[in-house]
């Protein structure tokens, strides 16, 4: 209903600093389109598209593409959403954006901003395999209800390592945490082998945050801190 999935858009203050960092965790840079008028970096893993936006957004920010914007707009005033903002002039990019009942903000625009690279299947950054993004809920139900309207699958509520709704789309799932386990949204990686993993990241100067949710333990499990302020969870994965 969204759209098709295009990143997630995060603000930078030191371009060449989060470049630096994502580069150094293997993930690879996407040539971008001239859209727009910032400074603008992707960077990919094979499943996860994030976007470097060097300007003021909230981040992170969901970014979808659909065709004739106007029209999907209406669409999904239908379903209730209500917008942020409504660019909508045939002079300009058309986007519109608005956002969820705890605040994640989403953005849909008329039309790519960089084009997917060609990576094969088994390609991963050190981090591991991307399985979803984390974000922290007050309110389970609100929340599971609006992402269903737009297109999420919803499954049941899973309490290990903590309690948590997976949210599963074509190209972007999302998993509602609670908020005393996880208190900031997280790009969420596993990986049988990431203590070994953990000890690479450690061993090119990395450093782990001590933000761990109190259900993991240290030695199979970090949470790295991205110059910008981007959490990433990294655990170890269940057999």
Same mark, same amino acid.
């Given at each position: 209903m969204l759209g098709r999935f295009l990143e997630i858009s995060v603000a930078v203050e030191d371009m060449l600093a989060s470049l630096e960092f994502y580069v150094e965790l293997g993930f690879q840079e996407v040539p971008v389109n001239e859209v727009w008028s910032h400074p603008y970096?992707?960077? =990919?893993?094979? !499943?996860? $598209?994030?976007?470097?936006?060097? !300007? =003021?957004? #909230?981040? &992170? =920010?969901?970014?979808?593409?659909?065709? /004739?914007? +106007?029209?999907?707009?209406r669409d999904l005033t239908r379903l209730g959403v209500k917008f942020d903002y409504e660019n909508l002039d045939s002079d300009h990019f058309n986007t519109l954006g608005f956002h969820d009942? /705890?605040? @994640?903000?989403?953005?849909?625009?008329? +039309? !790519?901003t960089f084009s997917p690279p060609d990576i094969t299947t088994d390609f991963s950054s050190t981090c591991g395999y991307f399985v979803e993004l984390g974000l922290p809920v007050k309110d389970f139900a609100s929340?599971?209800? $609006?992402? %269903?309207?737009?297109?999420?699958?919803?499954?049941d509520e899973d309490q290990t390592p903590f309690n948590r709704v997976p949210l599963t789309s074509d190209h972007l799932n999302i998993g509602l945490h609670r908020s005393r386990a996880l208190r900031h949204p997280m790009l969420v990686f596993e990986a049988?082998?990431? /203590? #070994?993993?953990l000890?690479?990241?450690?061993?090119?100067?990395?450093?782990?945050?001590?933000?761990? &949710?109190? +259900?993991?333990? +240290?030695?199979? /499990?970090? @949470?790295?801190?991205? &110059? %910008?302020? =981007? !959490?990433?969870?990294?655990?170890?994965?269940? %057999?």
């Open positions: 970096a992707v960077v =990919t893993d094979g !499943r996860l $598209f994030l976007g470097l936006h060097q !300007r =003021t957004v #909230k981040s &992170p =920010t969901l970014s979808y593409v659909h065709a /004739n914007v +106007a029209q999907h707009a009942p /705890n605040g @994640v903000h989403v953005q849909v625009l008329e +039309a !790519r929340a599971h209800a $609006f992402w %269903e309207r737009l297109g999420f699958v919803a499954w049988a082998d990431m /203590n #070994k993993r000890e690479q990241i450690k061993y090119h100067g990395i450093v782990l945050s001590d933000e761990m &949710p109190d +259900a993991l333990d +240290a030695a199979n /499990n970090g @949470v790295l801190i991205a &110059p %910008e302020g =981007t !959490r990433l969870l990294l655990l170890q994965a269940r %057999e």
